[in-house]
């Protein structure tokens, strides 16, 4: 792909390897289009240069080769699916970074994910379908957590934060690898399917340390 033209005064470069790995070169424009890269089934990295301060949704969705992506210290918001159905092994944002829902939708290579330290929610589907996906680090910061966010993942245990009041509808629906969660203090309600299907769950510890066995 060479000199991608995408309005009258906007152009973007792309230097290409036989690894195909692709560089951006982003002359006076902090932003990558909308499905930018997507469905390019030949691109396995990509690094989105300094100066890029939004991604767009799509932007690599359906890239079912790519492994690697390295994101600039200047990122400040992605879009919807931007890495949906990619291969993507790991991946670390920036602090102040804003995550859209639905981020990692059938990311079913994803091991390791660094999120923004200042980050305050967890959105809708974020790791859904992240098979290969068995533990995350929350930020200190959290303190609202969306539906389906790990929905048909391979995540093994989880700390609720004791700010969060409310567990949502299909939180864990068909985790069919969790073992252990910790319930935050103050909770008062479970959402619809939140823990369908959790066929290994083993114990479910409550604020007071109670712990009980067996599939919640």
Same mark, same amino acid.
């Not at 690094?47 to 799509?58: A, K, L, Q, S």
């Not at 890239?63 to 690697?68: E, M, Q, R, S, V």
């Not at 920036?94 to 091991?111: E, H, N, R, V, W």
């Not at 098979?131 to 969306?146: H, N, R």
């Given at each position: 792909?060479?000199?991608?033209?995408?309005?009258?005064?906007?152009?973007?470069?792309?230097?290409?390897?036989?690894?195909?790995?692709?560089?951006?070169?982003?002359?006076?424009?902090?932003?990558?289009?909308?499905?930018?890269?997507?469905?390019?089934?030949?691109?396995?990295?990509?690094?989105?240069?300094?100066?890029?301060?939004?991604?767009?949704?799509?932007?690599?969705?359906?890239?079912?080769?790519?492994?690697?992506?390295?994101?600039?210290?200047?990122?400040?918001?992605?879009?919807?699916?931007?890495?949906?159905?990619?291969?993507?092994?790991?991946?670390?944002?920036?602090?102040?970074?804003?995550?859209?829902?639905?981020?990692?939708?059938?990311?079913?290579?994803?091991?390791?994910?660094?999120?923004?330290?200042?980050?305050?929610?967890?959105?809708? @589907?974020? /790791?859904?379908? =992240?098979?290969? %996906?068995? *533990?995350? $680090?929350? !930020?200190?910061?959290? &303190? +609202?957590? #969306?539906?389906?966010?790990?929905?048909?993942?391979?995540?093994?245990?989880?700390?609720?934060?004791?700010?969060?009041?409310?567990?949502?509808? @299909?939180? /864990?629906?068909? =985790?069919?690898? %969790?073992? *252990?969660? $910790?319930? !935050?203090?103050?909770? &008062? +309600?479970? #959402?619809?399917?939140?823990?369908?299907?959790?066929?290994?769950?083993?114990?479910?510890?409550?604020?007071?340390?109670?712990?009980?066995?067996?599939?919640?």
């Amino acid at each position: 792909i060479d000199g991608v033209e995408v309005s009258p005064t906007k152009t973007y470069q792309f230097e290409t390897t036989g690894e195909h790995i692709v560089k951006m070169a982003l002359d006076y424009y902090t932003s990558t289009p909308i499905s930018f890269c997507m469905h390019i089934k030949t691109l396995t990295s990509a690094i989105i240069p300094e100066g890029v301060e939004e991604m767009w949704y799509w932007a690599f969705s359906g890239c079912t080769k790519l492994k690697y992506i390295s994101l600039p210290s200047t990122l400040k918001s992605i879009g919807f699916q931007c890495f949906s159905r990619t291969v993507i092994e790991s991946i670390s944002f920036p602090d102040g970074c804003t995550i859209a829902y639905g981020q990692f939708y059938q990311c079913s290579s994803l091991k390791e994910v660094r999120l923004p330290s200042d980050m305050t929610e967890l959105p809708n @589907g974020l /790791f859904q379908g =992240c098979k290969a %996906l068995t *533990e995350v $680090k929350l !930020p200190e910061g959290i &303190t +609202k957590i #969306g539906e389906y966010v790990f929905k048909s993942s391979g995540i093994t245990s989880f700390h609720f934060p004791d700010v969060i009041t409310e567990i949502p509808s @299909g939180f /864990f629906d068909y =985790c069919l690898n %969790l073992k *252990e969660v $910790k319930f !935050p203090k103050y909770f &008062t +309600k479970i #959402g619809d399917r939140a823990f369908w299907n959790c066929r290994s769950l083993e114990r479910t510890i409550m604020s007071d340390g109670t712990i009980y066995e067996g599939e919640f």
